[in-house]
Structures are given as structure tokens and as C-alpha cells.
């Protein structure tokens, strides 16, 4: 009776857990708490917070991963209006910090709607592009682009560039995984190309500087360019071995800006070197890996679209912050996943986590 | 999707979906691998460069500066030490609004006008992100009222420095000299000579006197000190340390109590004495009246003391000691018996008829005695004794000028003496050369006739006189005048004596500088021009006086002090050495329109004398002593 019980709760606590992709996950928590203690000065307070957040996003991956996709199907819709409704309430009441209208005060706690959009957007298409499956033309993909754009000229226009592309990006894999026609592709692509000088028209001032910055970080070493400067040296720096862990003199002599936060790759970096990132490239790899083979055994469309839009979001989060941190990209403030302090990111990355889980372990169920 | 009805096959449709995930996986695999090849260039390939750059991050080496070496007098009182105080500096770079910090700064601790003024003056001159002081010496409680306001005051800082004072102020002033900010044209002269390392963190160098003069000495070798900064600049610790040098210390010849009791008897006239020890060159006094503070320039001068100094009609900060020049005058005159004994011209007993005045042959003009009528039957003793004109002129006739020139030029006269402080001038010792040079004129037979009393061309710093009163006390040991004696090495405490060795001495017959001695003992004894100043010594000295012109008579006219303007009177001039028969102290005294040489000059030298060779303090300086120098 009492193994009976203990099994019980163990499948109502494991049932829906995929645990390929947890133990990539907590491989990769594992590293950026150890990360964090080091870019915090070795303050425990930090690295507590952190668990705390952890802590919070277990218990949502945990939720999401009992959410059959079918019921999850249902949320679609109205999380992506109320995303818009937030959206719009921001751009009328939000907070403006740092420059940036990003935050809706509830009263009890703060809020960035664009947060919730991460997984709103590839929901909200996923169920579109579900819906009309069988029917699925030319005319969809337009209206299924239109509900991506809301959305993104919304949060363009706080501004908040970076997180406006990385869901132009969640939005565009659904379309693409979808069946979106290379012709078009192909056209989207040289119309984007086009527009280019239309779009450094319209941007932003600290965003224009930041570009010209990543061409040629030097021509403002102690402004825009600061950045990108300590943080390449802090990665070069590292060399093969790293200096080892708490032994980053860019880190520990305060060189690094953001080091718990978005730079937070190049306290890894400096401290363990190009054997560590290798590592770390592997860890990414094998979750990105896991999600895109639950996306490809996933049971429905919406699933399928749903598991490869969250796997390859998880890889350009991971991307753009290395890639930035590395010198390659421009500064954009995207942290690097599992591993950058801060709690509204990991409770949407295990909100993710949580759907991914809840498609493999449903699939069977559905697809009988 | 172009056909109006498609009828959908799964299969099919999941293949394709996986060949999009399979291209989306190929994009993953390939922008990873874009991302390791350039984790690659940065960390194996550029490595070294980063590291670098790292490790110029990391790494700050911090000049310490050294101790300045300190300046003593020969007998070990201090004349220039450091001391250690706080001051609230600025960096202006660092400051948005200066005037409100300042203003805000005055609400915490006092700043005067004064301090204002001086801290503007030392922007215009120094760089906008070096830290200039506003106030210096601050007491403890004004540095804690500042700490607890700091945060007010971004780019306003505390620092203990260590400050140069002079203890005695004005007493040695001129010999001492002071330290000042470094200049731009001080940098330019330090990287001239190759020093700009070991100046990294000094601000101040030595720009007058001995400060100026054994800067290098006095410097000392600036440690270094590797630390590890944070990105604010902050020292977290050090790596290593490379401990700076103190500077040398100096000690001088100078006699500071010596120096007190002239610049005493001195009193309020303008003018200057040097005191010379005749065996060893050694400067035990120079005295430059008026003098100033040295103190005053340490923080940088304010702009009011400066302009009370600098546009001051008495020239304080003139070194007249060796920058002032004047016509000897008679104290010439043994110099000039010297080399007719030397050169033959005069034996001593040869003997003049002075009518008064001397003429040359074919020229109107009438060369005045001093005395009218003249002094009758003239020897060369005599002629010292009584300073007698007329022997004067016919003896630099005969003799010449070129022959004067190169004679009196080995005792020192027309030319720098080489002393160890900056500014010397060289005096005029004139022959025909010289006259062809400076004028473009032929040398007159008319112009060598005033020469022989000191007289015409001829110029003269109160150094020289006293160097050459020291070269024939010394029988003919010329020594170059030096006010440091030895130098004290700060880490091995050995001492190394500056100029030890006459440069030269004179090839001087013994009994012809014994008849010049003879003759200026005779000048201080009753009979002589400076009889009266010689009266009821315990000492037997010699003497020669002066007076010097310093506008022209006319012919016939006579020259009545109390109708001539102070600044018009002649100067008075006296030279002297004692004890007679084995001389330990030489004098050059110059006192700027004091009349006569023999009332005003000798005696101070004899005043001086008493002190020196007695230890008798003049008269103002004995009783209420104290009370007396309390205002200085």
C-alpha cells in the first residue's frame, strides 16, 4: 500500500517530466549559479535570489507540463489579447525606466507584458496556423504575419528592440515551420534587406550608436563601446583553460558591467575559457536538441509548431547574448538563458520548458 | 497550396515539417559553430592582445614619491624640512560647476579670498584633471567636518601631503631659495634631461636658490608600486612595492646665526653681504636686503603677494649677492696695488706727489681725488691706507688695461665665480676686446684711468669682492664659492664634500700680498678710512672701503649728500678679512646708497667680526633680543 502511494506521488509529481531535457536544464542552472556566485562577489544573497526564482519557475514548468496541449490550446487566444490589451496599457500608463516604457505597476507587483508575448506570440500562431491546417494558404500566413506585427510594432515602440526581435523571431519560426513557401522567403528576406536604411531611419539614437558601436567599438571606448570592449577582453582574456573560477580580474575588479545580468557569459568566459564555452555550447546544444526532437515527434500541428518555436527561441536567446558578449552582435539586453540572473526570464523559460514536457509527454495520448 | 482543394496527407506533412526542423537544426549547428570559431579567435588566436589589455586593466603602478632632502646649516639647524598635512585638493576635470563647489566647500571648511585666488591662479597654470589644493593644512577637526560631507563634493578629495617649510622665513632666503608647482616649462627641462619617470608624482621642484640649484640632489629616486585597480581607479592591493630614495640632504657652509646677525645689522638698508671662508670657499653668509618669505611660494603664490613682491621697487626677490652689480669703487684698489707689485710696475716704495688730481698728457680733462688738494707724498701703502686716487690713475696708465684685465680676472673679477645657485652675474672687467665687443668703439686711453679706482666700466657683484678678498687672504688660493659643504647621502649617511680643492692658485710672490694685507690692516687702524670702524677691535683685520657713484659729477662739481635723493647717494662699499695673520673669514659688503664706505660699510664688517670671531651679538640684538626678532 504505502509503495503504492509513494508511486502514486511519483507519477503525479514525475509523470510529465521529460528528463532528457531536466537534466540538461539543471546542468546548465547549475552552471550559472556557480557563475553568479562568482559575478556576485561571492555574495550568497544573489545566488539565494536566484534559487528563489528557481524555486518559482519549477513550480510553473511544473504546471505547464500537466497542461495537456489540447487544454493548453485553449489559452491561446486569450493570452494573446490580454498580451495586447497589456501591451496597449503601457504604452497609456506603463512606467518609464530608464528611458524605456517597458513595466505596468498591478498594485501588488510590477509587470512587462512584452515578457509574457514570448510565449503568447508562438502560442497565439500555433493554434492559427493549427486551426486552419487544413486549409492553410497564402492568406493565412498573411493574417498569421499581422498577428505577429501587432504585437512587435507594440514593443517596438516602448522601445525594446531586442525583445521586439527575439518574438519577431518565436513568431517567424512558427511561420516558417509551418510551411511558409521559400519563394516567400526569399522575398521577405530581400524586402527586409531593402528596408534596412528605412529602418536605421526610424530607430532610436542609443540604438543607431550601438550598431556603429559593434562595427567599431574603439570610437567610443568609455560609452557605447565600453561594453563591448570589457566584455571582449574579458573573454580573451579567459584563453584556452579560463583564469578560473573567482579568479576573473575583469570580473572581480568591476570592469564588467552587468556581469550578473546580461554580460553574465563573460564571467564564464573569462573565468573558464574556450574548454568552458565548448561545454556550455554543448549544454545549450543538448536542450535545443531535446526540443526540437519533441517538436518533431510532437502529435498535432500545434504542438510541433509550438515545441520547434519554443526549442529555437531558446537558441537565439542563448545566441544574441554570446554573440553580444563575444563582440559579434550588437548590445541588445537579452540575458543569456539558465545562466543571467533575474526572475521574469526563467519563469517564461521554464513556462516553455513546462510546454515542451507537457507535448512529449502527451504525445502518445493524443495520437491514439 | 495553389491547388483550390488539397487533400492532406499527414505523412507527408510531417516529413516536411521535419525538413524544416532539419534546416532550422543545420542553422542552430552552423551559427554555434560561427560562435565557437570566434570564442576561438578571441581566446587562442588574439589571447595575448586581451590579455594584455587585461592585465593594463588590472594593473596600475603608483609613483611614491620620496622625502625632499632637507637643507642644514654648517652647524645642523634646519633651514628647509617637510612636514606632513592634510589638504583639501580639486580635480577641476571631475568638477561640473566649480564655483558652486567651492562655494560649497567654504560652508564645511574656511577658504579665504586668498585661497580662491591663489587656486585660480594655479588652474590657469596646471592641467584640468591634475589635483590642485584649494586649502592646505587643514586641521583634524575641519578634515572630519569634510569627510562627513564628502558625498556632497564628487572630485573634492582629502590628501596628506608632505609640504616644504622653511622654519627661519626670511633669514637665508636668497641661498635657500624655495620649491614652487612644477611648470610647463620645468616639464620640458625634466624630459630634456631625461627625468620624466622619476617625476611621475612630484608636483613641486626646486625653482630658487639651492632648491633650484641641487634639484637632483635634493629629489631623491620615486619608488613605485604595483597595484591592482578596480574600474574606478581604486587601489585593491598592492603587488609590489619599489621604495623610493629620500632626496640628499645638504649641509651648508652657511652659518645661519652669522647669517641672522648681518641681515640684523643690516638694518633697513637695501643692499647685500658676502661672507666667504678664505681656506675653503665656503659661504658662511649671504646676505641680500631686502629679502622675502620663501613660504609664500610653496602652495603657489598668491596673486596679491606676488604683485608686493614682484613690482616691489627694492627688488626683494632680487639675489644682489651675485645678481647685483656695482662699480667696486675703491675697494678696488688692493687689486689693483696687487698686480703693480706683481707686474713690476710699482716697487713699494716708489712715491707720488698728489696734487689732487691726475691728467693725461695732451687732454684737458682733470681726474679728481676724492680729497681736494690731494694727500701729498703717496707710497703704495698709503695709498691704500688713505685710498688715495691719484696713485690709482697713473698707476692703471702705466699699467694698461689689457694687463689690469688679465691680472685682476685670475682673482676672480669679470667673470662668474661659479658659485652653486643660479643667477650669477658675471660683473665688467673691461679691456680693449671686451669695450670692441659690447660697444663697437676703440678702447680710450681715457677710459682706463677711472678703472684703477674701481671706477668707469667696471662692475663688480659683492661676491666677487668678497672672493677676491678671500683669494689674497689665502695668499692666492682661489676656491669657487659654495654655499653647500657637503652632501649627505640618505640611504648611506656618507657625506661628499663639494669643492674641496682650490681651482687655482696664484702664483703670488709672499711678500708683495703681505704688503697688500700690511696696508688694508693699516686702512682699519687710526689714521685709515675705516679707522673709525676699526676703533678699540680685539682683533687685527684688514679692510679696503668704497664709495661708488651712482650718478655722474660734472666736472668742478661737487658731490653734497644731503642734497642728492636717497636713491641717488653714493653706494658704500667695504671689503675685509680677519683675523689679519691667519684669515678665517672674508667679507664683500655692499650697501646701496649708504654714503661712504667707511661710515656706513665697515661698520658692519666690523660688527659682523665682533660676532664672529668673539661671538659678541651687536648691540640691537642684546638686550630684548627675543622681543626684537619677534616680529619677524
Known amino acids: 500500500m504505502p509503495t503504492q502511494a509513494i508511486k502514486r506521488i511519483a507519477t503525479f509529481l514525475a509523470g510529465h517530466i521529460d528528463s532528457f531535457l531536466l537534466t ?59 498580451g495586447i490589451v497589456l501591451l496597449v496599457a503601457v504604452e497609456l500608463f506603463g512606467e518609464i525606466v530608464n528611458g524605456a516604457q517597458r513595466w505596468l505597476d498591478l498594485g501588488v507587483t510590477r509587470i512587462q507584458p512584452s515578457e509574457l508575448m514570448k510565449i503568447a506570440v508562438p502560442l ?32 517596438a515602440k516602448q522601445p525594446d528592440l531586442g525583445t521586439a526581435l527575439l518574438i519577431l523571431a518565436s513568431g517567424f519560426y512558427v511561420i516558417f515551420l509551418a510551411g511558409l513557401s521559400w519563394k516567400i522567403l526569399l522575398g521577405l528576406f530581400a524586402a527586409g534587406c531593402a528596408s534596412l536604411p528605412v529602418l536605421w531611419s526610424m530607430m532610436h539614437d542609443y540604438q543607431r550608436r550601438r550598431i556603429l558601436t559593434l562595427i567599431d567599438p574603439t570610437q567610443d571606448p568609455l560609452g557605447a563601446g565600453y561594453h563591448t570592449i570589457q566584455s571582449t577582453i574579458a573573454v580573451g582574456s579567459g584563453g584556452v583553460s579560463g583564469k578560473g573560477w573567482l579568479n576573473g580580474t575583469q570580473t572581480h575588479l568591476d570592469f564588467l558591467p552587468e556581469r550578473t545580468t546580461d554580460f553574465i557569459f563573460a564571467v564564464y568566459s573569462e573565468e573558464f575559457g574556450l574548454v568552458g564555452n565548448g561545454l556550455l555550447l554543448c549544454l545549450f546544444l543538448l536542450v535545443i536538441g531535446r526540443g526540437l526532437i519533441i517538436a518533431a515527434e510532437a502529435p498535432s500541428l500545434f504542438a510541433r509548431l509550438l515545441a520547434g ?54 504525445r502518445k495520448l493524443v495520437q491514439t | 497550396m495553389s491547388r483550390r482543394v488539397e487533400i492532406r496527407n499527414p505523412e507527408v506533412e510531417l516529413s516536411r515539417f521535419r525538413a524544416r526542423l532539419a534546416v532550422a537544426g543545420s542553422v542552430v549547428v552552423v551559427l554555434f559553430a560561427i560562435l565557437l570559431t570566434r570564442f576561438f579567435y578571441v581566446q587562442v588566436v588574439q589571447h595575448d592582445y586581451y590579455h594584455a589589455l587585461a592585465e593594463n586593466n588590472r594593473i596600475s603602478i603608483v609613483p611614491v614619491v620620496p622625502n625632499r632632502g632637507l637643507i642644514l646649516d654648517r652647524n645642523g639647524v634646519v633651514l628647509a624640512h617637510n612636514y606632513s598635512a592634510y589638504t583639501l585638493e580639486i580635480t577641476p576635470s571631475k568638477v561640473p560647476d566649480l564655483e558652486a563647489a567651492i562655494s560649497g566647500l567654504a560652508s564645511v571648511v574656511e577658504i579665504t579670498a586668498k585661497d580662491r585666488k591663489r587656486f585660480k591662479r594655479l588652474m590657469d597654470e ?29 572630485g573634492v578629495e582629502i590628501n596628506a601631503r608632505l609640504f ?9 632666503a636668497h641661498s635657500v631659495g624655495y620649491i614652487g608647482r612644477i611648470s610647463d616649462r620645468d616639464l620640458e627641462q625634466i624630459e630634456a634631461r631625461g627625468d620624466t619617470a622619476n617625476y611621475r608624482g612630484t608636483d613641486h621642484i626646486g625653482k630658487f636658490g639651492l632648491e633650484e640649484s641641487y634639484e637632483r640632489d635634493l629629489h631623491g629616486i620615486t619608488g613605485f608600486e604595483r597595484v591592482e585597480v578596480d574600474s574606478g581607479g581604486r587601489a585593491v592591493r598592492s603587488l609590489a612595492r619599489q621604495p623610493p630614495v629620500s632626496g640628499n640632504n645638504l649641509i651648508l657652509a652657511l652659518d645661519l646665526r652669522l647669517q641672522e646677525v648681518a641681515e640684523k645689522i643690516f638694518g633697513n638698508y637695501r643692499g647685500a653681504l658676502v661672507a666667504i671662508e678664505p681656506k675653503t670657499g665656503g659661504v658662511l653668509a649671504l646676505v641680500s636686503r631686502p629679502s622675502f618669505d620663501p613660504n609664500l611660494f610653496v602652495d603657489g603664490i598668491d596673486p596679491q603677494n606676488w604683485d608686493a613682491l614682484n613690482n616691489n621697487p627694492d627688488k626683494p626677490l632680487n639675489n644682489r649677492g651675485l645678481q647685483g652689480q656695482y662699480p667696486p669703487g675703491s675697494t678696488f ?98 679691456n680693449q676686446a671686451w669695450k670692441m665687443r659690447r660697444y663697437k668703439q676703440k678702447w680710450f686711453a681715457g677710459d682706463t684711468i677711472s678703472v684703477g679706482i674701481g671706477q668707469g666700466y667696471n662692475l663688480a657683484t ?7 678678498t678671500a683669494v689674497i687672504a689665502a695668499n692666492g688660493a682661489v676656491y669657487q ?43 682699519t687702524r687710526p689714521g685709515g678710512t675705516a679707522g673709525r670702524a676699526g676703533a678699540g677691535a680685539q682683533y687685527v683685520f684688514g679692510g679696503k672701503t668704497g664709495t661708488a657713484q651712482v650718478i655722474a659729477m660734472k666736472q668742478g662739481e661737487r658731490y653734497d649728500e644731503k642734497k642728492v635723493a636717497e636713491r641717488h647717494r653714493d653706494h658704500a662699499l667695504f671689503i675685509a678679512f680677519a683675523p689679519a695673520d691667519d684669515p678665517r673669514i672674508a667679507l664683500g659688503i655692499m650697501v646701496e646708497n649708504g654714503g661712504h664706505g667707511g661710515s656706513t660699510a665697515a661698520p658692519i664688517a666690523r660688527k659682523l667680526l665682533d660676532f664672529y670671531l668673539l661671538g659678541k651679538l651687536p648691540e640691537s640684538m642684546q638686550v630684548g633680543e627675543d622681543d626684537a626678532d619677534a616680529g619677524d
Request: contains cysteine; hydrophobic residues 45%.
Open chain 2, 462 to 468: 659683492p661676491l666677487q669682492l668678497a672672493l677676491g
Open chain 1, 124 to 155: 497565439m500562431l500555433a493554434w492559427y496556423f493549427d486551426r486552419y491546417e487544413a486549409t492553410l494558404r497564402v492568406k493565412h500566413f498573411a493574417i498569421a504575419a499581422a498577428l505577429l506585427l501587432v504585437p512587435i510594432g507594440l514593443i
Open chain 2, 481 to 523: 664659492p659654495h654655499l653647500v659643504r657637503e652632501i649627505e647621502d640618505s640611504r648611506t649617511k656618507t657625506l661628499t664634500p663639494v669643492a674641496t680643492a682650490p681651482v687655482r692658485m696664484l702664483d703670488l710672490k709672499r711678500e708683495n700680498v703681505q704688503r697688500v694685507k700690511a696696508a688694508m690692516v693699516d686702512v
Open chain 1, 309 to 362: 518555436s519554443i526549442a529555437l527561441s531558446f537558441f537565439t536567446y542563448a545566441f544574441v547574448n554570446m554573440g553580444m558578449v563575444s563582440g559579434i552582435l550588437p548590445v541588445v539586453g537579452v540575458p543569456l538563458p539558465l545562466i543571467s540572473y533575474g526572475g521574469t526570464a526563467l519563469v517564461t523559460l521554464f513556462l516553455g520548458f513546462g510546454i515542451l514536457m507537457s507535448i512529449r509527454t502527451n
Open chain 2, 126 to 154: 596646471s592641467k584640468s584633471f591634475e589635483s590642485l589644493p584649494i586649502r592646505t593644512r587643514l586641521s583634524e577637526e575641519e578634515v572630519a567636518k569634510f569627510a562627513a560631507n564628502r558625498y556632497r563634493f564628487p
Open chain 2, 333 to 430: 684698489k688692493p687689486f689693483m696695488a696687487l698686480a703693480a707689485l706683481e707686474l713690476g710696475k710699482r716697487s713699494p716704495s716708489y712715491t707720488i706727489a698728489d696734487p689732487g688730481y691726475f691728467m693725461l698728457p695732451g687732454v684737458s680733462h682733470r681726474w679728481r681725488d676724492w680729497k681736494a688738494g690731494g694727500h701729498g707724498m703717496v707710497d703704495l701703502h698709503k695709498s691704500i691706507v688713505i685710498s688715495c686716487d691719484t696713485y690709482y690713475y697713473g698707476l692703471a696708465q702705466e699699467l694698461g688695461i689689457d694687463a689690469i684685465h688679465d691680472f685682476v680676472s685670475q682673482l676672480g673679477f669679470g667673470s662668474k665665480t661659479g658659485i652653486d645657485i643660479k643667477g650669477e652675474q658675471p660683473g665688467v672687467l673691461p
Open chain 1, 24 to 82: 540538461s536544464v539543471l546542468l546548465l542552472l547549475g552552471v550559472g549559479l556557480m557563475t553568479l556566485y562568482s559575478a556576485a562577489e561571492q555574495n550568497t544573497t544573489r545566488v539565494v535570489g536566484q534559487l528563489a526564482n528557481v524555486g518559482v519557475a519549477f513550480a510553473v514548468m511544473w504546471v505547464a507540463a500537466n497542461i495537456p496541449p489540447h487544454i493548453l490550446k485553449n489559452f491561446a487566444v486569450p493570452a494573446y489579447v490580454v
Open chain 2, 164 to 172: 616644504r617649510q622653511y622654519p627661519n622665513g626670511e633669514h637665508a
